[in-house]
């Protein structure tokens, strides 16, 4: 009986140390990492009633509450690591071409509109193709300092598949080595 009881608590055990798997609305499933928690319409409300008093998490929920109204997005939040720091998922029906040629023009197409909306001139920290996820169509990396807030980077993964763009970004404030390395261990876990 005892050696039942070792591998029931075993097994257990495994089952609770991988990482937490979550379905997103837009048809894929994805590891979450350690410390986020995934927000929309319907968890949103409770979560800012209901969540600690700081006044910094308070304003970026509420200014989640507003961009979940204005657009279809998941947001991802680790208040632990920064009440700051997000990650957000949005899809679009695409369908364009991507190779390393085109990679960097495209890179500084992109900076230049979130600089016309940001108000902010600022400059493109990296460019390039990324292998993962490994079933995408083509898929690239992109990163650089926020053109909407001060202090923060933005750290994005685009690809194709099925003639869908997806677009997962970081937004950092502290750790942003940690937040890239979450990003991508996030893609790299999407199963569709």
């Known amino acids: 009986m005892n050696y039942y009881f070792k591998i029931l608590f075993f097994l257990l055990f495994c089952l609770n140390c991988q990482a937490k798997e979550f379905k997103?609305?837009?048809?894929?499933?994805?590891?979450?990492?350690?410390?986020?928690?995934?927000?929309?319409?319907?968890?949103?409300?409770?979560?800012?009633?209901?969540?600690?008093?700081d006044p910094t998490i308070k304003k970026q929920l509420s200014l989640a509450k507003q961009r979940l109204k204005n657009q279809d997005v998941e947001l991802l939040y680790n208040f632990s690591s920064d009440p700051l720091n997000n990650i957000t998922i949005l899809m679009f029906d695409e369908d364009y071409e991507m190779n390393e040629k085109k990679v960097l023009k495209f890179c500084k197409k992109i900076l230049k509109l979130e600089k016309k909306v940001g108000k902010r001139k600022v400059k493109l920290n990296e460019c390039r193709m990324h292998t993962n996820p490994k079933f995408a169509d083509w898929s690239m990396y992109r990163e650089n300092e926020s053109s909407f807030m001060e202090g923060a980077t933005t750290q994005q993964i685009i690809f194709m598949y099925n003639q869908k763009e997806y677009v997962i970004t970081s937004g950092c404030w502290k750790k942003c080595d940690q937040t890239k390395n979450e990003l991508l261990e996030m893609v790299d876990s999407i199963k569709f």
Do not use: A, E, R, T
């Open 24 to 53: 997103s609305k837009f048809n894929f499933s994805f590891n979450l990492p350690d410390g986020y928690q995934l927000f929309s319409q319907n968890n949103l409300y409770d979560v800012y009633n209901h969540s600690n008093n």
